[in-house]
């Protein structure tokens, strides 16, 4: 874990993102004390689309019944 101060980190900060990008940390300090911490990002998982399991049956789009219609009216 490299620690450096607010003025390399801004001179440097092309190098410092490719540590980072390589896995490491960087502290960055304010008259050594430290104030934040560069750290690389994790990437959320994959999100599955959906979680329901249902067949879609070939008559779908078939028409209703007389009896089914009256039933929404």
Do not use: C, H
Request: aromatic share 6%.
């Amino acid at each position: 874990m490299e620690t450096v101060n607010v003025q390399d980190a801004k001179t440097q900060l092309s190098r410092l993102l490719a540590a980072v990008e390589a896995g490491e940390t960087i502290i960055i300090a304010r008259a050594g004390n430290p104030i934040a911490q560069l750290v690389p990002l994790q990437s959320p998982p994959p999100r599955a689309f959906g979680t329901m399991d249902f067949d879609v049956p070939d008559d779908f789009d078939a028409p209703l019944s007389d009896d089914e219609l009256a039933a929404w009216e």
